[in-house]
Protein backbone atom coordinates (compact mmCIF):
# COMPACT_ATOMS: atom_id res chain seq x y z
CA UNK A 1 0.00 0.00 0.00
CA UNK A 2 1.21 3.30 -0.90
CA UNK A 3 1.84 6.15 1.99
CA UNK A 4 -0.71 4.20 4.47
CA UNK A 5 0.39 6.18 7.20
CA UNK A 6 -0.18 9.40 5.70
CA UNK A 7 -3.21 9.22 4.60
CA UNK A 8 -5.29 6.73 7.10
CA UNK A 9 -4.33 9.02 9.93
CA UNK A 10 -5.06 12.28 8.69
CA UNK A 11 -8.04 13.95 11.35
CA UNK A 12 -9.73 15.95 8.30
CA UNK A 13 -9.05 16.17 4.25
CA UNK A 14 -6.09 19.04 3.42
CA UNK A 15 -7.68 20.70 0.56
CA UNK A 16 -11.45 21.14 -0.95
CA UNK A 17 -13.20 22.23 -3.76
CA UNK A 18 -16.13 24.12 -3.14
CA UNK A 19 -18.31 24.35 -6.05
CA UNK A 20 -20.25 27.33 -5.86
CA UNK A 21 -22.79 27.16 -8.69
CA UNK A 22 -23.47 24.80 -11.59
CA UNK A 23 -23.72 27.20 -13.52
CA UNK A 24 -21.16 28.31 -16.37
CA UNK A 25 -20.63 30.74 -19.21
CA UNK A 26 -19.11 27.57 -21.01
CA UNK A 27 -20.83 23.88 -22.16
CA UNK A 28 -17.51 22.33 -22.55
CA UNK A 29 -17.84 18.45 -24.25
CA UNK A 30 -15.42 17.02 -21.88
CA UNK A 31 -17.07 18.56 -18.86
CA UNK A 32 -16.98 15.77 -16.00
CA UNK A 33 -20.05 17.24 -14.21
CA UNK A 34 -22.82 14.57 -14.73
CA UNK A 35 -25.44 17.28 -14.03
CA UNK A 36 -24.94 19.59 -17.05
CA UNK A 37 -27.98 19.62 -19.36
CA UNK A 38 -30.18 18.20 -16.43
CA UNK A 39 -33.29 20.48 -15.87
CA UNK A 40 -34.58 20.67 -12.27
CA UNK A 41 -31.63 20.46 -10.71
CA UNK A 42 -32.33 20.53 -7.05
CA UNK A 43 -29.80 23.06 -5.90
CA UNK A 44 -27.91 25.30 -8.01
CA UNK A 45 -25.88 27.75 -6.03
CA UNK A 46 -24.78 28.25 -2.48
CA UNK A 47 -26.90 30.70 -1.03
CA UNK A 48 -24.62 33.22 1.03
CA UNK A 49 -25.70 31.91 4.51
CA UNK A 50 -24.67 28.25 3.48
CA UNK A 51 -21.61 29.39 1.84
CA UNK A 52 -20.02 30.92 5.41
CA UNK A 53 -21.65 27.81 7.05
CA UNK A 54 -19.48 25.43 5.27
CA UNK A 55 -16.76 27.84 5.07
CA UNK A 56 -16.67 27.88 9.07
CA UNK A 57 -16.35 24.24 8.96
CA UNK A 58 -13.73 23.76 6.93
CA UNK A 59 -11.73 26.64 9.01
CA UNK A 60 -12.39 24.25 12.15
CA UNK A 61 -11.16 21.46 10.12
CA UNK A 62 -7.78 22.92 9.61
CA UNK A 63 -7.67 22.37 5.55
CA UNK A 64 -4.96 24.25 4.32
CA UNK A 65 -6.32 25.06 1.02
CA UNK A 66 -9.54 25.59 -0.55
CA UNK A 67 -10.16 26.02 -4.48
CA UNK A 68 -13.28 28.21 -5.32
CA UNK A 69 -14.70 26.79 -8.68
CA UNK A 70 -17.92 25.53 -10.07
CA UNK A 71 -19.23 25.73 -12.76
CA UNK A 72 -18.43 29.27 -13.24
CA UNK A 73 -17.47 31.18 -9.49
CA UNK A 74 -17.67 34.64 -11.33
CA UNK A 75 -21.18 33.97 -11.73
CA UNK A 76 -21.20 33.98 -7.70
CA UNK A 77 -19.03 36.82 -6.65
CA UNK A 78 -21.34 37.77 -3.94
CA UNK A 79 -20.27 34.76 -2.63
CA UNK A 80 -16.49 33.45 -4.11
CA UNK A 81 -15.19 37.19 -2.43
CA UNK A 82 -16.59 37.37 1.06
CA UNK A 83 -15.72 33.17 1.07
CA UNK A 84 -11.91 33.96 0.06
CA UNK A 85 -11.76 36.93 2.50
CA UNK A 86 -13.36 34.65 5.43
CA UNK A 87 -11.11 31.39 4.86
CA UNK A 88 -7.65 33.44 3.90
CA UNK A 89 -7.97 35.22 6.87
CA UNK A 90 -8.39 32.29 9.25
CA UNK A 91 -4.85 31.10 7.66
CA UNK A 92 -6.50 29.25 4.10
CA UNK A 93 -4.60 29.35 1.68
CA UNK A 94 -7.58 30.03 -1.32
CA UNK A 95 -7.49 29.56 -5.37
CA UNK A 96 -10.08 30.26 -7.21
CA UNK A 97 -10.77 28.12 -10.89
CA UNK A 98 -12.60 30.09 -13.44
CA UNK A 99 -12.69 30.31 -17.09
CA UNK A 100 -11.72 33.78 -17.53
CA UNK A 101 -14.84 34.83 -19.81
CA UNK A 102 -16.34 37.19 -17.07
CA UNK A 103 -12.85 38.34 -15.55
CA UNK A 104 -12.78 42.50 -15.89
CA UNK A 105 -10.29 44.88 -13.52
CA UNK A 106 -12.84 45.17 -11.01
CA UNK A 107 -12.36 41.38 -9.83
CA UNK A 108 -8.68 41.89 -10.52
CA UNK A 109 -9.10 44.29 -7.40
CA UNK A 110 -11.65 41.70 -5.50
CA UNK A 111 -8.96 39.07 -5.59
CA UNK A 112 -6.00 40.77 -4.24
CA UNK A 113 -8.31 42.14 -1.25
CA UNK A 114 -10.11 38.62 -0.54
CA UNK A 115 -6.76 36.93 0.13
CA UNK A 116 -7.38 34.80 -2.89
CA UNK A 117 -3.95 33.63 -3.96
CA UNK A 118 -3.84 31.96 -7.18
CA UNK A 119 -5.95 31.77 -10.20
CA UNK A 120 -6.56 28.51 -12.39
CA UNK A 121 -8.31 28.84 -15.47
CA UNK A 122 -8.42 26.46 -18.51
CA UNK A 123 -7.80 27.21 -22.47
CA UNK A 124 -8.45 24.00 -24.39
CA UNK A 125 -7.56 25.63 -27.86
CA UNK A 126 -5.38 28.69 -28.92
CA UNK A 127 -7.64 28.60 -32.19
CA UNK A 128 -11.09 30.76 -31.62
CA UNK A 129 -13.17 28.31 -33.96
CA UNK A 130 -12.14 25.24 -32.03
CA UNK A 131 -12.18 26.83 -29.28
CA UNK A 132 -15.54 28.07 -29.49
CA UNK A 133 -16.77 24.71 -31.29
CA UNK A 134 -15.35 22.97 -27.69
CA UNK A 135 -16.84 25.67 -25.45
CA UNK A 136 -20.19 26.11 -27.32
CA UNK A 137 -19.54 29.40 -26.57
CA UNK A 138 -18.31 32.48 -28.64
CA UNK A 139 -15.77 33.98 -26.14
CA UNK A 140 -12.43 32.81 -27.25
CA UNK A 141 -11.38 36.56 -27.21
CA UNK A 142 -12.31 37.00 -23.79
CA UNK A 143 -10.77 34.14 -22.20
CA UNK A 144 -7.56 35.28 -24.04
CA UNK A 145 -8.25 39.17 -22.70
CA UNK A 146 -8.87 37.44 -19.37
CA UNK A 147 -5.50 36.05 -19.32
CA UNK A 148 -3.34 38.70 -20.61
CA UNK A 149 -5.18 40.56 -17.82
CA UNK A 150 -4.11 38.52 -15.14
CA UNK A 151 -0.86 38.80 -16.49
CA UNK A 152 -0.50 42.18 -16.32
CA UNK A 153 -1.40 42.76 -12.85
CA UNK A 154 1.00 40.03 -11.83
CA UNK A 155 -1.47 37.87 -10.19
CA UNK A 156 -0.22 34.30 -9.97
CA UNK A 157 -1.62 31.98 -12.95
CA UNK A 158 -1.65 28.69 -14.16
CA UNK A 159 -3.70 27.23 -17.18
CA UNK A 160 -4.77 24.03 -17.76
CA UNK A 161 -5.66 22.54 -21.23
CA UNK A 162 -8.19 19.64 -20.75
CA UNK A 163 -7.16 17.01 -23.91
CA UNK A 164 -9.64 14.54 -25.64
CA UNK A 165 -9.06 13.70 -29.18
CA UNK A 166 -11.15 17.31 -30.62
CA UNK A 167 -7.82 19.17 -29.72
CA UNK A 168 -5.11 16.54 -29.04
CA UNK A 169 -3.16 17.83 -31.61
CA UNK A 170 -3.02 21.36 -30.34
CA UNK A 171 -0.94 20.90 -27.30
CA UNK A 172 2.45 22.77 -28.23
CA UNK A 173 0.47 25.23 -30.37
CA UNK A 174 -2.00 25.80 -26.85
CA UNK A 175 1.41 26.14 -24.99
CA UNK A 176 3.32 28.58 -27.52
CA UNK A 177 0.74 30.91 -27.44
CA UNK A 178 0.39 30.91 -23.66
CA UNK A 179 4.16 31.67 -23.33
CA UNK A 180 3.63 34.53 -25.78
CA UNK A 181 1.16 36.09 -22.91
CA UNK A 182 3.37 35.40 -20.20
CA UNK A 183 2.06 32.78 -18.62
CA UNK A 184 4.60 30.52 -16.80
CA UNK A 185 2.83 27.56 -15.66
CA UNK A 186 0.53 25.08 -18.24
CA UNK A 187 -0.73 21.72 -18.19
CA UNK A 188 -2.44 19.49 -20.48
CA UNK A 189 -4.31 16.96 -18.35
CA UNK A 190 -5.81 14.20 -20.66
CA UNK A 191 -9.26 14.13 -20.11
CA UNK A 192 -10.79 11.40 -17.79
CA UNK A 193 -13.36 8.85 -18.52
CA UNK A 194 -16.21 10.18 -17.17
CA UNK A 195 -20.39 9.49 -17.08
CA UNK A 196 -21.17 12.36 -19.04
CA UNK A 197 -18.27 12.56 -21.70
CA UNK A 198 -18.97 11.06 -25.17
CA UNK A 199 -17.06 8.08 -25.31
CA UNK A 200 -15.39 9.03 -28.72
CA UNK A 201 -13.65 11.81 -27.24
CA UNK A 202 -11.87 9.76 -25.35
CA UNK A 203 -8.01 9.59 -25.60
CA UNK A 204 -6.29 5.84 -26.64
CA UNK A 205 -2.63 5.50 -24.32
CA UNK A 206 -0.64 6.46 -27.62
CA UNK A 207 -2.66 9.86 -27.46
CA UNK A 208 -2.19 10.39 -23.68
CA UNK A 209 1.36 9.49 -24.14
CA UNK A 210 1.94 12.01 -27.32
CA UNK A 211 0.51 14.45 -25.25
CA UNK A 212 3.18 14.21 -22.47
CA UNK A 213 5.81 14.63 -25.45
CA UNK A 214 4.26 17.47 -26.56
CA UNK A 215 4.68 18.94 -22.89
CA UNK A 216 7.98 17.97 -22.62
CA UNK A 217 8.59 20.09 -26.15
CA UNK A 218 6.72 23.30 -24.21
CA UNK A 219 8.88 22.76 -21.57
CA UNK A 220 12.23 22.37 -23.52
CA UNK A 221 11.13 25.62 -26.26
CA UNK A 222 9.89 27.85 -24.03
CA UNK A 223 11.34 27.42 -20.66
CA UNK A 224 7.46 26.85 -19.28
CA UNK A 225 7.24 24.35 -16.52
CA UNK A 226 4.79 21.73 -17.46
CA UNK A 227 2.45 19.31 -16.02
CA UNK A 228 -0.86 17.26 -16.09
CA UNK A 229 -3.33 17.72 -12.88
CA UNK A 230 -4.84 14.26 -13.07
CA UNK A 231 -3.13 11.26 -11.96
CA UNK A 232 -1.79 8.71 -14.51
CA UNK A 233 -0.52 4.79 -14.20
CA UNK A 234 2.78 4.67 -14.82
CA UNK A 235 2.32 1.51 -16.80
CA UNK A 236 0.48 3.75 -19.70
CA UNK A 237 3.64 3.60 -20.96
CA UNK A 238 6.65 1.14 -20.74
CA UNK A 239 8.84 4.23 -20.52
CA UNK A 240 7.68 5.50 -17.44
CA UNK A 241 11.59 7.12 -16.73
CA UNK A 242 11.20 9.57 -19.59
CA UNK A 243 7.91 10.81 -18.15
CA UNK A 244 9.01 10.71 -14.19
CA UNK A 245 7.73 14.24 -13.65
CA UNK A 246 4.14 13.70 -14.85
CA UNK A 247 3.93 10.14 -12.44
CA UNK A 248 4.03 12.64 -9.29
CA UNK A 249 0.76 13.09 -8.95
CA UNK A 250 -1.43 11.09 -6.34
CA UNK A 251 -5.00 10.23 -6.46
CA UNK A 252 -6.22 12.79 -3.73
CA UNK A 253 -9.71 11.48 -3.68
CA UNK A 254 -10.51 11.24 -0.18
CA UNK A 255 -7.24 10.89 0.90
CA UNK A 256 -6.03 14.27 1.12
CA UNK A 257 -9.23 16.15 -0.59
CA UNK A 258 -12.93 16.23 -1.25
CA UNK A 259 -15.36 17.96 -3.36
CA UNK A 260 -18.73 20.01 -1.90
CA UNK A 261 -21.65 20.66 -3.95
CA UNK A 262 -23.71 23.57 -4.39
CA UNK A 263 -26.30 21.61 -2.06
CA UNK A 264 -23.16 20.84 0.73
CA UNK A 265 -22.79 17.19 -0.38
CA UNK A 266 -19.32 16.09 0.18
CA UNK A 267 -17.56 13.56 -2.53
CA UNK A 268 -14.18 12.31 -2.43
CA UNK A 269 -13.40 14.80 -5.65
CA UNK A 270 -14.85 16.57 -8.65
CA UNK A 271 -14.84 13.24 -10.82
CA UNK A 272 -16.91 10.85 -8.35
CA UNK A 273 -20.65 11.27 -7.77
CA UNK A 274 -20.97 9.10 -5.10
CA UNK A 275 -22.05 11.33 -2.12
CA UNK A 276 -21.12 10.60 1.77
CA UNK A 277 -22.70 13.40 3.94
CA UNK A 278 -24.01 16.94 3.64
CA UNK A 279 -21.55 19.80 5.46
CA UNK A 280 -25.01 21.94 5.96
CA UNK A 281 -26.48 19.58 8.60
CA UNK A 282 -23.99 17.17 9.57
CA UNK A 283 -19.60 18.02 10.86
CA UNK A 284 -16.87 17.40 8.55
CA UNK A 285 -15.16 14.93 10.76
CA UNK A 286 -18.20 12.48 10.41
CA UNK A 287 -18.34 12.90 6.92
CA UNK A 288 -14.60 12.36 6.66
CA UNK A 289 -14.84 8.78 8.41
CA UNK A 290 -17.18 7.69 6.31
CA UNK A 291 -14.87 8.03 3.67
CA UNK A 292 -12.02 6.06 5.32
CA UNK A 293 -12.06 3.44 2.72
CA UNK A 294 -10.47 5.40 0.29
CA UNK A 295 -7.35 6.06 2.63
CA UNK A 296 -7.08 2.56 3.48
CA UNK A 297 -6.30 1.08 0.06
CA UNK A 298 -9.67 -0.40 -0.56
CA UNK A 299 -9.57 0.60 -4.19
CA UNK A 300 -6.10 -0.79 -5.07
CA UNK A 301 -6.64 -3.09 -8.33
CA UNK A 302 -5.17 -6.28 -7.16
CA UNK A 303 -3.19 -6.63 -10.16
CA UNK A 304 -1.31 -3.35 -9.44
CA UNK A 305 0.05 -5.63 -6.15
CA UNK A 306 1.86 -7.57 -8.63
CA UNK A 307 3.88 -4.55 -9.70
CA UNK A 308 7.34 -3.70 -9.62
CA UNK A 309 6.32 0.03 -9.32
CA UNK A 310 3.17 -0.21 -7.13
CA UNK A 311 4.92 1.57 -4.20
CA UNK A 312 5.32 5.00 -6.13
CA UNK A 313 2.45 4.70 -8.58
CA UNK A 314 -0.69 6.55 -8.31
CA UNK A 315 -3.03 4.04 -9.90
CA UNK A 316 -4.89 6.01 -11.96
CA UNK A 317 -8.23 7.74 -11.58
CA UNK A 318 -10.70 5.86 -9.49
CA UNK A 319 -13.63 6.86 -11.28
CA UNK A 320 -12.72 5.77 -15.02
CA UNK A 321 -11.76 2.66 -13.68
CA UNK A 322 -15.82 2.56 -12.38
CA UNK A 323 -16.92 4.03 -15.67
CA UNK A 324 -15.48 1.52 -17.35
CA UNK A 325 -15.69 -1.59 -15.72
CA UNK A 326 -18.40 -0.73 -13.16
CA UNK A 327 -15.74 -0.78 -10.16
CA UNK A 328 -13.71 1.37 -8.24
CA UNK A 329 -11.16 -1.07 -7.56
CA UNK A 330 -10.61 -2.46 -11.05
CA UNK A 331 -7.94 -1.21 -13.48
CA UNK A 332 -8.38 1.89 -15.19
CA UNK A 333 -8.89 2.41 -18.94
CA UNK A 334 -5.37 3.61 -19.72
CA UNK A 335 -3.53 1.25 -17.25
CA UNK A 336 -2.37 -1.93 -18.72
CA UNK A 337 -0.21 -4.74 -17.04
CA UNK A 338 2.00 -4.82 -14.01
CA UNK A 339 5.22 -3.83 -14.69
CA UNK A 340 8.48 -6.24 -14.17
CA UNK A 341 11.17 -4.81 -16.39
CA UNK A 342 10.89 -1.64 -15.45
CA UNK A 343 11.59 -0.70 -12.05
CA UNK A 344 12.21 2.42 -11.37
CA UNK A 345 16.10 2.91 -10.16
CA UNK A 346 16.49 4.31 -6.54
CA UNK A 347 17.86 8.01 -7.02
CA UNK A 348 20.78 8.65 -5.55
CA UNK A 349 21.42 12.36 -4.40
CA UNK A 350 23.82 14.24 -3.80
CA UNK A 351 24.33 17.30 -2.11
CA UNK A 352 27.55 19.40 -1.87
CA UNK A 353 28.81 20.05 1.32
CA UNK A 354 28.38 24.20 0.70
CA UNK A 355 25.27 24.07 -1.03
CA UNK A 356 23.06 26.70 0.07
CA UNK A 357 19.44 25.20 1.47
CA UNK A 358 16.55 25.76 2.45
CA UNK A 359 12.71 24.66 3.47
CA UNK A 360 10.59 25.66 0.72
CA UNK A 361 8.29 28.71 1.70
CA UNK A 362 4.85 28.66 2.84
CA UNK A 363 5.08 25.32 4.52
CA UNK A 364 1.88 24.14 6.35
CA UNK A 365 2.05 21.99 9.67
CA UNK A 366 -0.68 20.48 11.18
CA UNK A 367 -0.96 18.35 14.58
CA UNK A 368 -1.98 14.78 13.95
CA UNK A 369 -2.62 11.95 16.70
CA UNK A 370 0.50 10.52 16.18
CA UNK A 371 3.22 13.34 14.48
CA UNK A 372 2.46 15.85 11.98
CA UNK A 373 1.31 16.49 8.37
CA UNK A 374 3.28 18.74 6.45
CA UNK A 375 2.02 19.97 3.62
CA UNK A 376 3.50 22.11 0.93
CA UNK A 377 0.88 23.92 -0.97
CA UNK A 378 2.68 25.12 -3.95
CA UNK A 379 3.18 21.43 -5.73
CA UNK A 380 0.87 19.73 -3.08
CA UNK A 381 4.01 17.65 -1.87
CA UNK A 382 3.74 16.19 1.55
CA UNK A 383 4.80 14.00 4.33
CA UNK A 384 4.29 12.26 7.91
CA UNK A 385 6.87 13.78 10.23
CA UNK A 386 7.18 12.28 13.40
CA UNK A 387 8.16 14.21 16.66
CA UNK A 388 11.91 14.09 15.70
CA UNK A 389 12.15 14.77 12.49
CA UNK A 390 9.40 17.51 12.60
CA UNK A 391 12.26 19.17 15.45
CA UNK A 392 14.78 19.11 13.00
CA UNK A 393 12.55 20.40 9.87
CA UNK A 394 11.00 23.16 12.47
CA UNK A 395 14.47 24.33 13.05
CA UNK A 396 15.79 24.43 9.46
CA UNK A 397 12.77 26.37 8.77
CA UNK A 398 13.21 28.70 11.77
CA UNK A 399 16.92 29.13 10.58
CA UNK A 400 16.66 29.89 6.78
CA UNK A 401 19.82 29.54 4.98
CA UNK A 402 22.09 26.39 5.66
CA UNK A 403 24.60 24.19 4.27
CA UNK A 404 25.07 20.30 5.25
CA UNK A 405 28.71 21.61 5.99
CA UNK A 406 27.56 23.88 8.40
CA UNK A 407 24.83 21.22 9.63
CA UNK A 408 28.03 18.70 10.35
CA UNK A 409 29.74 20.75 12.42
CA UNK A 410 27.20 22.33 14.84
CA UNK A 411 25.03 18.75 15.46
CA UNK A 412 27.72 15.96 14.73
CA UNK A 413 24.70 13.48 14.71
CA UNK A 414 24.27 10.27 12.58
CA UNK A 415 21.65 10.42 10.07
CA UNK A 416 21.19 14.22 9.83
CA UNK A 417 22.47 14.29 6.02
CA UNK A 418 20.35 11.03 5.12
CA UNK A 419 17.20 13.26 6.52
CA UNK A 420 18.11 16.25 4.54
CA UNK A 421 18.66 14.17 1.57
CA UNK A 422 14.94 12.75 2.18
CA UNK A 423 13.52 16.02 2.16
CA UNK A 424 15.05 17.34 -0.61
CA UNK A 425 13.53 14.17 -2.57
CA UNK A 426 10.12 14.80 -1.02
CA UNK A 427 10.68 18.81 -2.53
CA UNK A 428 10.57 20.44 1.10
CA UNK A 429 14.03 21.27 1.44
CA UNK A 430 15.41 23.05 -1.99
Known amino acids: MKNPIIYEELKSPVTAQLETTYKCTSRCNYCYNSWRGRKNLPKTSLSKEDSMTISKKLVEGELFEVVLTGGEPLLRRDIVYPCAKYLSQNNVDVGLNTNLILL ?20 PSSDEKLYNEITKTKSFKKAVRGIETIIKNKLPLGINMVVTKTNKHQVYEVGKLLYEKGVKYFSATPASPCSFMPRELELEKEEVVHTLDSLLMVEKDFNMIVDVVEPLPRCITKNSKEYEQFFKRDCAAGKLTIAISPGGKVRPCTHISKEYGNLLNEELSEIWDRMKSWREGKYIPKECHKCEEMSICSFGCREAAKI ?32 ELKVIPNLRFRKEKR ?60
Open 104 to 123: NEDDIHKIRDSGISRVFASL
Open 324 to 355: ETGSYSKMEPWATEPLKENRKEIKVVSIPQDK
Open 371 to 430: GYFVFSPRDHSAIYANEELFKVLSSLYNRGKFTLGELNKEEKRLGLVNIIKYLNVKGIVE
